[in-house]
């Protein structure tokens, strides 16, 4: 189970137990693959989007304004520690 959060942390929980098996921090710049800075932040609807072995999440769009600003569609790779550029 994944889950987004407004510090702009993403944290993966054990479906057995719910305990944090992995992170990770979403608030900094990203290099995109078409060149154009972007930087993470504040993490709501929607969630995490899992397909084909990958996993997609937007970070930076809070929608009400509220929370951590930014403008980053992240994607993560089965069994890859950082995040796809």
């Known amino acids: 189970m994944f889950s987004g959060g407004q510090d702009g942390i993403l944290r ?3 479906t ?3 305990k944090q098996i992995w992170t990770f921090d979403t608030v ?3 290099t995109t693959a078409n060149g154009v800075p972007a930087k993470g932040g504040a993490m709501g609807a929607p969630g995490v989007t899992v397909a084909g072995g ?3 999440v937007g970070s930076g ?3 009400l304004g509220n929370g951590r600003g930014g403008n980053v569609l992240l994607a993560f790779e089965a069994g ?3 995040s796809t550029r």
């Open 61 to 63: 769009y809070t929608g």
């Open 28 to 30: 900094r710049d990203f």
């Open 80 to 82: 890859q520690s950082q």
């Open 12 to 14: 993966a929980l054990s």
């Open 54 to 56: 990958m996993m997609f």
């Open 16 to 18: 057995a137990d719910g």
